[in-house]
């Protein structure tokens, strides 16, 4: 572990803000997780990234810290595995750099408007209640 302090350093400020930023985003009514929406809104950063491409990487972050603490005192095979794991949430993350649509409960949006009572009996988002409820003050 000496060797790396600094790689476990930079994974661990980088899972742990990460994972706040993920659940302040989805989550959170804050000024800080209304920007983010907004950035998504826009296509600054896609919202296919936020939902899952920054959980998949904070996970990779804090299973190598894990790997990094246990590796002198388990089975090489353990280990192996947590590689593993690592490689298939780098697919996953990198699937989320792609246009497809997933799952509508994935979304930010979608989980402001289930928080906000602004889904209709689908449990799609009603645009018109979501459009009222943006054009007041306190939204944004």
Not at 62 to 85: R, T
Not at 131 to 136: C, L, S, V, W
Request: aromatic share 12%; proline share 3%; glycine share 8%.
């Amino acid at each position: 572990m000496k060797d790396n302090v600094l790689g476990c350093l930079c994974a661990l400020i980088l899972g742990v803000l990460g994972v706040g930023i993920w659940y302040a985003e989805m989550f959170t009514d804050s000024k800080a997780a209304n920007l983010w929406r907004r950035m998504n809104g826009q296509g600054r950063i896609s919202k296919n990234w936020a939902a899952i491409g920054s959980p998949a990487i904070s996970s990779i972050c804090f299973i190598y810290l894990f790997s990094v603490l246990i590796e002198k005192h388990v089975p090489d095979w353990l280990i192996f595995g947590l590689a593993c794991l690592m490689m298939l949430l780098l697919l996953v993350m990198i699937i989320g750099l792609l246009p497809i649509k997933f799952p509508r409960w994935v979304y930010a949006d979608w989980q402001y408007a289930k928080r906000h009572g602004l889904l209709d009996a689908d449990g799609n988002i009603d645009q018109e209640a979501y459009e009222n409820h943006a054009d007041r003050k306190e939204f944004w």
